[in-house]
Structure formats: structure tokens, C-alpha cells
């Protein structure tokens, strides 16, 4: 029996139920909120199957067609693919228990489709193995991810949404360039492939500037952050969720994908020292800019331009520094995730319980909101980086690896970092517990949305707590080793 | 950018994007001049499997078969579109649009039937040569648009639950065949040899509705009177 | 024969930048429009000297055609509303 | 040289025209114009590249991802012209430019 439920497909069921689901909220729309918790819970479900046949059997690879590739297109899962697959499930899950008493029934219409389509996008790119496929993969979810956005029904909504259209489809154009070139410079499309074939050749480092580019836009690496507080400050709580906690990882995977087999074992170094100066400029200017906000909402939005920045720490400490610092990644890419989109979800609550969300006119939200603020601090831990939380995990490895490699610079950054990102939350935390000097009313808020928030603020700290078992799922595959040491 | 404060900060500007434009404009000429003339790609393989593809002609080959999952996934990001047309604007299908014009309307008269001719007729050749489902799809969704130009409602006596359908109808035929070729060969939208040919052209007549549809609906979402709320 | 075509590939080479130019830089947004459809059916005929038929007969119908018809649209609207609005501007933004 | 490159370089050149046009412009209508050009350029890039190859008929592969990339083009400028036609509907003028903003 156990063996017969391992050989079920359970990759393919992760992009084929929510594509169902998706297909059946848009037929049956006002069921939207039902068909979405059951879609989500099959996801969470094959994800953990998959996990056990892959825990058990080594990576997924499967032949799309019954044709290998270069022809066709594979579809491979190993560790890092894993995780990923886990931080979608579990923050979507998460999400869609928040958004069911958020929307009302016309948003509600609107949001199940596009949003289960987007777990189906991001599940398929984090399966898929083929840069051209990545492309389609990253439309699909830009374009749903636009349009959630401009769900808000605000002006800010209308033109934050806009910006982050611009912004997308130009980053999809730079990287669909370098796709071209790559192909034509290399002679396929399949990830592995490539990375037999590349040589170091101006070809492929225009093509990585390329697609790099692009791939960052999307990321919104510092100083190509422009687009992400219009957007996600304006966008619908559960929203501002997802395109902090899930969208922007997309394309940081690609790049982590692409860096670590065709063009991490060709480079000399130059690329990861960029990556390591604008992540330390995207840490102190997004901290800086969080700290001076008045909105929380914006604050929060800020606060994920500080922590992208984290993860291209990593790509600077691991140039020498190895496999730690990649654990790093894995660590702050799925805590941010779980952190950052209870934040948003605790923001979301505090404007409908208050009609607002300027920091200082909290009033005694703490007393009145218990399990709200508990999820904003729990959710604040993990962010800063305080022991024991998922965060502190993924900080405590870069700081690590900074040390052993005596890069002096990001150490410092690394806990002027920290510094600054106690001093923004625990600016809000205060304030959580004063009354304001105007008293306003407040509305009910469910208790799913209290919930929601705690729980994936919640398995931020645990991730800490069970940190080496998740550092063993990302080992398998190896995902890690540049192709070179492989081979 | 900065708006007219200072002119010629303005032009400074502009000069230093022209100046920062053309020095990575020409890195990315020197990298495609500097490709040998010999291809690398994947043609000869396409050559060697095409016989067993189900179809002759290659890019068709490669859309429906070798690289269908691609396709498939398009299908999604059409129907994403729409979505997201539909969702950040009312499209009411039952307004009219007064635009009507005599020369027009035989000029439709004459053009629409014969797009949607010449769509059966590239959905027809595309097994073998130049044609297919996204051509086929695209001509018939501009003959949708020109009838809606001309002031006719496609979608008046169609709207609904069956337009939904409609639009639907490719991706749920991908997921239909999904989950059919799992079964019969345990591998995803992998076709039993024999019925390679059959499958592809239902996926082709199929996505020809759903892309034809779509497209004239996004026409629809921008050109229909705009509804306050 | 051969020079021919040479003279041919350069000469669309070059209409092709300049319509391109010409669409983005031109003052009246009507005109740049017709200058992008003059475009898509420019970028038709290098598919089909690029032996891309099928790609040829995509962009007809999509890239001039389709897409051409949207952008018209969307400047009907715009320019409608953006005279609608002069008036209606303040009650928008008095919200 | 081969005359193909030519076209390979009007692509690269189509691509950064649209890129500057794309920067530079506050009009919305033009910076999804200068998109599409983009696109295009993009393309032209591919397929003729696709051409190199000694045989009778070009690389397939390249006009497959193309003829799905002009489809991903036109749903992504349908999407953007109507979020435009939202944002000129509630600010009055088809730029980015809020005076709302603080």
C-alpha cells in the first residue's frame, strides 16, 4: 500500500489540482472559497508525498512526452526544488484560511481563479528544469500576480499594480533576450544540458547580464526595488502576502538555478562581489526606509526590500564560503516567506479592525488583538534574526560563513542589519500597547484571520527549531555543487 | 523623469541613458556577431523524431508534442489574461455598441466567414505545413474582433456558462489528456504512438476555439463602453 | 540575384528601425499607432524572408492585426476619458 | 558575414530603441508601444539566428518559442492597456505621476 502511494505521480498532481481547482472556482464561482480550501489541501498533500518518495528515493526527474530532454522538457525535483515546493504549500494554506473571510463576494469571485493559478505557476516553475519554460512560468504568474494586485479597488492599487506590470514584462523581455542567445550560443533549452555544453564565451556572459537583469528586476534587488512598496503596500492584505512571501522568490530561484549550473563554475568571481554590494545597499537602504515609514503597511513592504537583500548576501559568502552560506539562503528565502507574509496578513487585520494603518494612532491593539500582535511579534522574531526562529537560523549560517571567510564588511552589515530591523519592529510593538491619542472604533475580526497570521508566524520559529532536518532535505540531489565538482 | 523642473538636468539625463543604452546594446551585438555561423540547436533531433511526433510539419512538432507542456502552460497564461481583464474591469457582454456603417457591414459580411475559412483551413494544414492552432486561433479571434467592429454581438446569444466553457475548453482538454496519458503510457502528455496524430488535432481544434475566443474577449474588455460602478 | 536580396535585407533592415523609431517617437499617439501596425506587417515580410512562415502568419493576425485593433481601442477610450475627466477630476480626487 | 546577422542586429537595435522609449516616455500607451517593439526585436533576434543552420529550413525550436511569445505578448498588452484605461479612468491622465502621492 505505502509503495503503491509512492509511485502515484505526485509532481504532476501539485500543477494539475490547483489548475483543476483554478478552472473549477472560475465555472462555479460562488463556491470559490470552498473549492480553494480543498484545492490547497490536496497541494499540501501531494507536497508532503512527494517529500516522502523523495526523502526515500533520491530526486524526481520525470520525461514530459516520453521525450528526454534536450528534445522535451523534464521536470526535476531535488532538495532546493523541495523546499520551495514546501514554503509554497505551506504559506499558500495559510493564505487561503486568511482569505476567505477577507474578500468580500465579488472579490472573492475574482480572487480563487487567478490565485490557485498562481500556485500552479509556481509549482510548475519550481519543478520545471528548461529556461524557456521558466519563461512561460514566470508570465503566468506575473500577469495573475498584476492583477490580484490591482484587487485592491484603490487608486494607489490601480497605479502600483501598473508600475509592477512595467516592471515585470520588461523583466520578462531581458530574460526571454538572454534565453535567445543561450540557445542559439549553446544549442538547448534543458538546464542540464547547458550545463555540459557552455563555455565561457561573451555569449553567455551578455546572456546571463541578460536574463540576470531581468531576473533581478523581478527579485527587486536593490536599486531595481522601485516597483515593490507601491505594490505591495497597495495590493489586498492576502495579496501583499503572497507577491512578498511567494511571487519574488520565483525568479530569485531561477537565478539560483541558473547561477549554480551554467554560469557559477565559469565565474571568477566578479558577479558575486555585485550581488554581495547591492545586497549590503538593499539591507541599509530598505532598513532605513522601513524605520522612517509612518504607514505599517509600507514599513512592512520596505522591511522585504532589506531581506532580499539577505539572500544575495549569500551569493557573495558562498563564492568561496560553499555550502553554508547556500544553506543561508534556503533558511532566510523560506523564513521571510512564512515571516513576512504573517506580517502582512497582522497588517491586514489591523486596518479593518481600525480603518487604518498609521503607526502611531495604534491603539491598544495588544489588549484588544492578542493573538494578532502575538503573530506580529512571533512574525518580528524571525525577521530580525533573534535565536531559536527560522531567521536566525539562515543569519546565524551567513554569519558564520562572513567570519570563517573574514569578509569583515558583511559582518558588519549583517548585524547593523539586524540592528536596524529590531529597531523598525520594535518600533511598532511599542505602540501596539499605547492607546492613541484618538481613540477610534473598531471592527470584529474573524478568527481564522487572527489564526492565519499566527500559525505562519508560528512555523517561522519552528523552522529553526527543526532546522536540521530541513538542512537535510535540502541536501538531496546535492543541489549546491557546481556542476564542475560533480562531475 | 524628473519632470520639467530643470531642462537641462533633463537632457544630462537623457544623455547618460543613450550613452549607458548603447554601450550594452553593443556588448549584446558584439556577443550575437560573435555566435559561428554553424548552428547549435535542436534541429537535427526535431529531423529524427519527427516521423514518430504524429505530424510533418516541424514547428507543429514541437508546439504539440515535443515541447506541448509548453503549451499547455500558454493556454494558462491566455486564460490568466482574461481573468485578469475581467477582473479588474466589468465586462458587461450585453451592451451594444452603436457603430454601425454600411460599407463596413459588407465588408464584414464578406471578411468574417472567410477568416473563419481560412482558420479551418490552417488548423487543417498545420499537421504538415505552415498553419496550426495558434495561427488558426489568431485569425479567427481577429474575425471576432472585426465583427465587433462592425457593431455585431458575437457574444449576445452566447454568454455565460457556455462562453465559460468555451474559454476553458483547451485547458481542461490539456488536463483531460494529462491525466489520460499517465494512464496509458505513465508518462505526461506522452501519446500513444497510434493516436498521436488524432490527439494532436483535437488539442489543436480545441485550443483554436479557446485562443480565438480569448482573444477577441481581451479585444472585447478594452473596446466595450466602460461601466462605473 | 544574390545582391539583390542583399539589398533587400539591408533596405527592410533599415525601414524596419526607422518605422520602429518613427512609432516610438512620434508627437500624435494616433500616428504612432499606425506606424506600429506599419510595423507588425514590416516584421511579417522579414518572417517570410527568415523562411518563418508559420511565425509570419501568426504576427499578421496577432502582432498587426489584433494587437493594432487593441491599441486603437484603448486610444478611443483614453481619449474620451481623458476629456470626460476635465470635469470630473475634482470629484475624483475630493475622494 | 552572413546577411542574416543583419537582421539579428535590427533586433538588438529594435530591442534598445524600445528600451530607451520605454525609460524615457511617461505616457503609458507609448511605454506598452515601446514594449511591444521590444518583443519584436526579441524575436527577431531568435528567428533569425534560427537561420544559421546549413540545412533547407530554419531551427524549429526557435519559431515555436516565438509564435508562443507573440501570444504572451498580446495577453500582456491587453492586460496593460486595460489597467491603463483604469488609471487614466481614476487619475484623469495616462502617466504615473500621482499628485496624491506623499
Redesign the interface.
Known amino acids: 500500500m505505502m509503495q503503491f502511494i509512492m509511485t502515484l505521480p505526485w509532481a504532476i498532481m501539485l500543477i494539475l489540482f490547483p489548475l483543476t481547482g483554478a478552472i473549477i472556482s472560475f465555472l462555479w464561482s460562488k463556491q470559490g472559497n470552498k473549492i480553494g480550501l480543498v484545492t490547497i489541501t490536496f497541494v499540501l498533500i501531494s507536497v508532503i508525498f512527494l517529500a516522502w518518495s523523495i526523502i526515500e528515493q533520491d530526486v524526481y526527474l520525470h520525461t514530459i512526452g516520453g521525450w528526454d530532454a534536450p528534445l522535451g522538457i523534464n521536470l526535476y525535483a531535488d532538495g532546493l526544488s523541495l523546499v520551495m515546493l514546501i514554503m509554497t504549500a505551506l504559506v499558500g494554506l495559510g493564505i487561503s484560511i486568511y482569505a476567505i473571510s477577507y474578500f468580500s463576494a465579488d472579490q472573492s469571485k475574482r480572487f480563487w481563479p487567478l490565485w490557485l493559478l498562481i500556485i500552479a505557476g509556481l509549482n510548475a516553475l519550481f519543478l520545471s528544469s528548461d529556461i524557456?519554460n521558466y519563461y512561460?512560468a514566470l508570465?503566468l504568474i506575473g500577469?495573475a500576480a498584476?492583477?490580484l494586485t490591482?484587487l485592491g479597488n484603490t487608486?494607489k492599487a490601480?497605479?502600483g499594480?501598473?508600475?509592477y506590470?512595467?516592471a515585470t514584462?520588461?523583466g520578462s523581455?531581458l530574460y526571454?533576450?538572454g534565453?535567445?542567445?543561450l540557445?542559439?550560443g549553446f544549442g538547448s533549452?534543458d538546464i542540464a544540458t547547458l550545463s555540459r555544453n557552455v563555455q565561457s564565451t561573451p555569449v553567455l556572459w551578455v546572456s546571463f547580464a541578460l536574463m540576470g537583469g531581468g531576473l533581478l528586476l523581478k527579485t527587486a534587488l536593490f536599486p531595481l526595488h522601485f516597483w515593490l512598496p507601491p505594490a505591495h503596500s497597495s495590493a489586498p492584505a492576502p495579496v501583499s502576502a503572497l507577491l512578498s512571501a511567494l511571487i519574488i522568490k520565483s525568479s530569485f530561484y531561477i537565478l539560483i538555478r541558473l547561477w549554480l549550473s551554467i554560469f557559477g563554475p565559469l565565474g571568477d568571481g566578479t558577479v558575486e562581489s555585485i550581488f554581495g554590494l547591492l545586497g549590503a545597499g538593499a539591507i541599509l537602504w530598505g532598513s532605513f526606509q522601513a524605520l522612517r515609514q509612518t504607514r505599517l503597511k509600507l514599513l512592512v513592504a520596505y522591511s522585504t526590500v532589506a531581506q532580499i537583500g539577505y539572500l544575495f548576501l549569500a551569493f557573495a559568502l558562498a563564492m568561496s564560503g560553499g555550502s553554508i552560506a547556500w544553506n543561508a539562503v534556503v533558511f532566510l528565502a523560506f523564513s521571510h516567506a512564512l515571516a513576512k507574509s504573517a506580517m502582512f496578513l497582522v497588517v491586514g487585520n489591523l486596518l479593518r479592525f481600525g480603518g487604518h494603518d498609521e503607526i502611531i494612532h495604534l491603539d491598544r491593539v495588544a489588549q484588544r488583538l492578542p493573538i494578532t500582535t502575538a503573530a506580529f511579534a512571533l512574525a518580528g522574531i524571525s525577521i530580525i534574526g533573534l535565536p531559536l526562529s527560522g531567521g536566525f537560523i539562515g543569519k546565524y549560517f551567513l554569519l558564520e560563513s562572513a567570519l570563517l571567510q573574514e569578509q569583515w564588511g558583511f559582518v558588519i552589515i549583517l548585524l547593523l542589519g539586524s540592528l536596524l530591523s529590531a529597531a523598525y519592529i520594535f518600533k511598532v510593538i511599542s505602540h501596539f500597547f499605547t492607546p492613541s491619542s484618538t481613540p477610534h472604533d473598531s471592527k470584529i475580526i474573524p478568527a481564522n484571520m487572527e489564526w492565519a497570521a499566527l500559525l505562519l508566524a508560528l512555523a517561522a520559529i519552528l523552522l529553526g527549531l527543526f532546522s536540521s532536518s530541513v538542512l537535510s532535505i535540502v541536501d538531496i540531489g546535492s543541489p549546491f555543487e557546481l556542476e564542475g565538482e560533480k562531475l | 523623469?524628473i519632470?520639467n523642473k530643470n531642462k537641462s538636468e533633463d537632457k544630462i539625463i537623457?544623455l547618460l541613458?543613450?550613452m549607458l543604452?548603447?554601450l550594452?546594446?553593443s556588448m549584446?551585438?558584439y556577443a550575437?556577431?560573435s555566435?559561428p555561423?554553424?548552428?547549435t540547436?535542436?534541429?537535427r533531433l526535431?529531423?529524427n523524431n519527427i516521423d514518430i511526433s504524429g505530424v510533418s510539419n516541424?514547428?507543429t512538432?514541437?508546439?504539440l508534442n515535443f515541447?506541448v507542456y509548453?503549451?499547455f502552460l500558454?493556454m494558462v497564461?491566455?486564460l490568466?489574461?482574461?481573468l485578469?481583464?475581467w477582473s479588474?474591469?466589468e465586462v458587461p457582454i450585453e451592451s451594444m455598441n452603436d457603430l454601425k456603417n454600411p460599407v463596413l457591414d459588407t465588408l464584414v459580411d464578406l471578411l468574417v466567414p472567410f477568416s473563419l475559412l481560412v482558420s479551418i483551413y490552417l488548423l487543417w494544414v498545420g499537421a504538415h505545413a505552415p498553419g496550426g492552432a495558434?495561427?488558426a486561433g489568431?485569425v479567427f479571434g481577429a474575425g471576432l474582433v472585426l465583427l465587433m467592429l462592425s457593431g455585431r454581438q458575437p457574444f449576445l446569444n452566447f454568454k455565460g456558462l457556455p462562453l465559460h466553457f468555451a474559454l476553458i475548453i483547451s485547458v481542461t482538454l490539456f488536463i483531460s489528456i494529462s491525466i489520460y496519458s499517465m494512464f496509458a503510457t505513465g508518462e505526461l502528455l506522452k501519446y500513444p504512438l497510434s493516436q498521436a496524430s488524432s490527439i494532436i488535432f483535437i488539442l489543436e481544434g480545441m485550443a483554436t476555439v479557446s485562443?480565438g475566443l480569448?482573444?477577441s474577449l481581451?479585444?472585447y474588455?478594452?473596446y466595450t463602453k466602460?461601466k462605473y460602478k | 540575384m544574390e545582391i539583390i536580396?542583399?539589398i533587400f535585407?539591408?533596405l527592410l533592415?533599415i525601414v524596419?528601425?526607422w518605422v520602429?523609431?518613427q512609432?516610438?517617437?512620434s508627437t500624435n499617439?494616433f500616428k504612432?499607432?499606425v506606424l506600429?501596425i506599419t510595423?507588425?506587417l514590416l516584421?511579417a515580410i522579414?518572417?517570410v524572408r527568415?523562411?518563418?512562415i508559420?511565425?509570419a502568419i501568426?504576427?499578421v493576425a496577432?502582432?498587426a492585426g489584433?494587437?493594432g485593433a487593441?491599441?486603437l481601442?484603448?486610444?478611443s477610450?483614453?481619449q474620451k476619458?481623458?476629456h470626460i475627466?476635465?470635469t470630473?477630476?475634482i470629484s475624483?480626487?475630493s475622494k | 558575414?552572413?546577411?542574416?546577422?543583419?537582421?539579428?542586429?535590427?533586433g538588438?537595435?529594435?530591442?534598445?530603441?524600445?528600451?530607451?522609449?520605454?525609460?524615457?516616455?511617461?505616457?503609458?500607451?507609448?511605454?506598452?508601444?515601446?514594449?511591444?517593439?521590444?518583443?519584436?526585436g526579441?524575436?527577431?533576434?531568435?528567428?533569425?539566428?534560427?537561420?544559421?543552420?546549413?540545412?533547407s529550413?530554419?531551427?524549429?525550436?526557435?519559431?515555436?518559442?516565438?509564435?508562443?511569445?507573440?501570444?504572451?505578448?498580446?495577453?500582456?498588452?491587453?492586460?496593460?492597456?486595460?489597467?491603463?484605461?483604469?488609471?487614466?479612468?481614476?487619475?484623469?491622465?495616462?502617466d504615473?505621476?500621482?499628485q496624491?502621492d506623499e
Open positions: 524557456f512561460v508570465e500577469l498584476v492583477s490591482a487608486r490601480f497605479l499594480a501598473m508600475r506590470l512595467l514584462l520588461l523581455l526571454l533576450f534565453v535567445g542567445l540557445y542559439h533549452l | 523623469m519632470a537623457r541613458l543613450i543604452l548603447t550594452i546594446a549584446v551585438a550575437v556577431l555566435l555561423e554553424s548552428a540547436n535542436l534541429q526535431v529531423d516541424p514547428v512538432a514541437v508546439l515541447r509548453d503549451t500558454e497564461v491566455l490568466v489574461a482574461l485578469g481583464v479588474i474591469k495558434f495561427q489568431s485562443i480569448t482573444l481581451l479585444f474588455g478594452i466602460k | 536580396i542583399q535585407d539591408v533592415c524596419l528601425l520602429g523609431w512609432s516610438l517617437s499617439l504612432a499607432i506600429f510595423f507588425g516584421m522579414s518572417w527568415l523562411n518563418a508559420d511565425v501568426a504576427e496577432i502582432g489584433l494587437t487593441l491599441l481601442a484603448a486610444l477610450k483614453l476619458t481623458t475627466d476635465k470630473s477630476h475624483v480626487n | 558575414m552572413n546577411m542574416l546577422f543583419i537582421y539579428a542586429l535590427t538588438t537595435g529594435l530591442f534598445f530603441i524600445g528600451f530607451y522609449a520605454l525609460i524615457i516616455h511617461t505616457n503609458l500607451l507609448r511605454k506598452i508601444l515601446a514594449l511591444n517593439i521590444m518583443g519584436s526579441v524575436f527577431l533576434v531568435l528567428i533569425s539566428l534560427a537561420m544559421r543552420s546549413g540545412h529550413s530554419p531551427d524549429p525550436v526557435s519559431h515555436a518559442m516565438v509564435i508562443t511569445g507573440i501570444v504572451v505578448a498580446v495577453s500582456a498588452t491587453a492586460l496593460a492597456l486595460v489597467l491603463m484605461l483604469k488609471v487614466v479612468d481614476i487619475t484623469g491622465k495616462p504615473l505621476h500621482d496624491e
